[in-house]
């Protein structure tokens, strides 16, 4: 048994208020596998909203068959028009992209923004799943392990102890469909992870999120046909986010010195180089859209052919 496993049993016989302050990871602290709640600044709000989450799921499992829950950070909670519980205008009019495209009543969506791994991994395994048992979990998690400065390693080991996590919270017959990271232009929040986080090149800031993202959804790829398990599916709808030609190394070079966002990351489809806007979640749903749809009817099958 991993240690990761073997501490999550441990945090799971625990109330999320006993955790406060002892596992705040805003400085890499945690390691990206282990669960952990939020820091002690953060924990009011986060833990009002993780049991909101929790309650919602447990209503549901009683209430309704479950088709679809969209676990992940803040790009994962914009479906509900929110930031941790509170309506914020970065995610005005996701909600009504989502129920265009998705079946919000068969759903449930269990986002928090500002999310890392460790935290979807506490969340897990205090029950936010509330005993739904859907055919389809659609994970987006790892970019702000990034943000924070874990580097890609640390960060693939961190969603792969969610998958597993994910597949045993979810039941036999779900389907993990596993999202690559999707690209990010806020090449301004590398500034601040150097030290330590810096380029081996030039001994500053890296100049982009973009090299880090690769490296993670090279990782998640690998761990997908590694694993070989027919309950994981992996998609990758980055290439969908980027500027097509993709710009020279002078415009990354000029968009460095003038303080600009990335140029290789399609603008028009973000509303603040993070987060995508309407327009880009429609490209997102899209992209995932057959391999859901895939997934669901083979989690029904499975289902079938163990009925009595």
């Known amino acids: 048994t991993t240690c990761w496993v ?3 049993e441990r945090v799971a016989t625990a109330n999320v208020r006993r955790a406060r302050g002892v596992w705040g990871v805003s400085n890499g602290a945690v390691a990206a596998n282990e669960p952990s709640a939020r820091s002690e600044r953060q924990v009011e709000d986060w833990e009002r909203f993780h049991l909101h989450l929790r ?9 309704r068959d479950i088709e679809y829950v969209f676990l992940g950070d803040s790009i994962t ?6 930031s941790v519980g509170k309506a914020v205008s970065r995610a005005k009019g996701v909600p009504e992209a989502f129920a265009e495209i998705w079946n919000a009543e068969a ?3 269990l986002g928090i923004g500002g999310d890392q791994t460790q935290h979807v991994l506490y969340r897990l395994r205090d029950g936010e799943m509330g005993g739904v048992r859907p055919n389809v979990v659609v994970l987006l998690i790892g970019t702000n392990n990034l943000g924070a400065g874990f580097d890609p390693e640390d960060t693939v080991a961190g969603v792969k102890a969610v998958v597993e996590e994910t597949l045993l919270e979810a039941g036999p017959f779900a389907r993990v469909v596993l999202s690559a990271l999707l ?6 929040k590398l500034v601040a992870l150097c ?9 500053g800031p890296f100049k982009s999120f973009l090299p880090a993202i690769q490296a993670v959804n090279d990782g998640l790829e690998e761990y997908v046909k590694a694993k070989a398990d027919t309950r994981i599916h992996y998609i990758d709808c980055s290439p969908d986010f980027l500027a097509s030609p993709a710009p020279d190394p002078a415009e990354l070079d000029a968009a460095v010195r003038d303080g600009r966002s990335d140029p290789a990351v399609r603008s028009d489809l973000f509303t603040d180089a993070l ?9 997102w749903s899209t992209c995932l859209g057959p391999v859901v ?7 029904k099958e499975a289902r079938q052919s163990h009925r009595p």
Do not use: Q
């Not at 309650?55 to 209430?63: D, L, T, Y």
């Not at 690209?183 to 301004?188: I, K, L």
């Not at 987060?275 to 490209?283: I, K, S």
């Open 195 to 203: 030290p330590p986080r810096c380029s081996a090149e030039t001994g």
């Open 77 to 82: 909670e914009a479906y509900l028009g929110t």
């Open 183 to 188: 690209p990010r232009g806020d090449r301004d």
């Open 6 to 8: 073997a501490e999550a």
């Open 275 to 283: 987060h995508p806007n309407p327009a880009g979640y429609r490209v």
């Open 107 to 109: 759903s449930i969506v």
């Open 293 to 299: 749809e895939a997934a669901a009817a083979a989690a």
């Open 55 to 63: 309650s919602e799921s447990e209503r549901a499992s009683r209430a």
